[in-house]
């Protein structure tokens, strides 16, 4: 059985490394902070002192970071992966980082003998959880065949995209939809609120039409209990939206939906809302319109 070792315990980390163990896998951990670490260990997971330290002592190394330059610096740097690098060694990046990034960790470690896969993950929290995350991935199919079983861990539809880069460039796209979705979900609401009908009635109408989403499946009735925590923090949500919009830049391709989008999660960040959901972008909404919605 393969030996796996995951870095970053994060918010959907911790969840997905707990799956990985809960299917059997030896498991090693590292993590910044020392509380996750601590409850794994507690569960049957090994502690490392780095991630040098867990690439060294595993099959398959997993990161989930927040954003290019942590996967970079954990991969490539002092005490990075890329330093306990052995002959078989399966790099895997759960996280969300600009596409370049990942093709450059994939040419850098491939000189040091490793297999690398970007494969970053779109569900939420509750998917993490539950194992039922979908996987885009980037890189090597006969890497990714190996750690298959790890990944069905973690994971219900697991999807092959391409070459290195490619998963970041899935899930960049899946990253276009959930925020046109969340943005269009704070918008309906407060529209039908303000204009006289009860949104809980109009969402449940429209479900069984052609709007119906995972987003208005999932996240309204969070929003009507005034449940506006993470989930997926809207920062998260930002900083996706950045990589979105500097890929397109580089590539010359116009995305003015998306850029409306990006403007909106900025100033959730801005106004100090950033630890709150995405689907909490109805904040914005509501300062615009000069209507809170009704708990």
Request: glycine letters at 12%.
């Amino acid at each position: 059985m393969l030996k796996v070792g995951y870095i970053g315990l994060g918010l959907m980390g911790k969840s997905m490394a707990r799956n990985i163990l809960k299917a059997g896998f030896p498991l090693v951990v590292h993590n910044r902070s020392r509380g996750a670490v601590d409850e794994l260990v507690s569960e049957g997971a090994e502690p490392a002192v780095s991630p040098a330290d867990v690439a060294r002592r595993v099959d398959v190394v997993f990161t989930n970071l927040p954003d290019s330059p942590d996967v970079l610096k954990v991969a490539l740097g002092k005490d990075g992966v890329i330093e306990g690098a052995h002959k078989g060694l399966i790099f895997i990046d759960n996280s969300t980082i600009k596409p370049d990034a990942a093709r450059e960790i994939a040419s850098r470690l491939a000189e040091a003998g490793v297999a690398s896969l970007d494969a970053p993950v779109s569900g939420g929290d509750i998917g993490a959880r539950n194992g039922t995350l979908t996987i885009m991935v980037g890189g090597s199919a006969e890497a990714l065949e190996t750690v298959m079983p790890v990944l069905q861990a973690v994971g219900k539809t697991i999807t092959h995209i391409g070459e290195p880069g490619a998963g970041q460039i899935a899930k960049a796209a899946n990253q276009i939809m959930v925020a046109a979705q969340m943005v269009a979900m704070g918008e309906l609401m407060i529209f039908t609120q303000k204009c006289g009908a009860d949104p809980r009635k109009v969402i449940e109408a429209i479900k069984a039409g052609a709007a119906q989403c995972w987003t208005l499946d999932v996240k309204p009735q969070r929003l009507f209990e005034g449940n506006r925590n993470p989930g997926f923090k809207s920062r998260m949500q930002s900083k996706d939206l950045g990589i979105v919009m500097d890929t397109a830049r580089t590539y010359g391709i116009p995305l003015p939906g998306t850029a409306i989008a990006n403007q909106l999660f900025q100033a959730m960040v801005d106004n100090g809302l950033g630890d709150q959901d995405n689907s909490s972008v109805i904040s914005i909404i509501e300062m615009l319109a000069g209507e809170k919605l009704k708990i």
